[in-house]
């Protein structure tokens, strides 16, 4: 299923950098999430240098207002 034009995927797989685990997570619609805790193991993530939050870093898919050609509006 394919989403209509300027509607974002608000699902995202994120990748921990530490132990490889996956989990597919849901991303706040107005906002960036600058944390991230791997319930493999435990650690806890922040975004790259430059990306604006751990969906840019870790996910498979940018977040919602990257997506939409924003920039970052807040942390959630």
């Known amino acids: 299923m394919q989403n ?3 509607t974002p995927q608000i699902r995202s797989v994120i990748t921990c950098p530490h132990c490889k ?3 597919l997570e849901h991303m706040p619609l107005d906002a960036c999430q600058w944390f991230y805790r791997c319930n493999s193991c435990n650690e806890l ?3 790259k240098t ?3 939050c751990v969906f840019c ?3 498979t898919i940018p977040c919602p207002p990257v ?3 924003d920039s970052c509006r807040k942390p959630a």
């Open 57 to 59: 870093s870790y996910g």
């Open 4 to 6: 209509k034009p300027n």
């Open 21 to 23: 685990a996956a989990a």
């Open 50 to 52: 430059g990306d604006c």
């Open 45 to 47: 993530l922040t975004p």
């Open 67 to 69: 997506q939409l050609g």
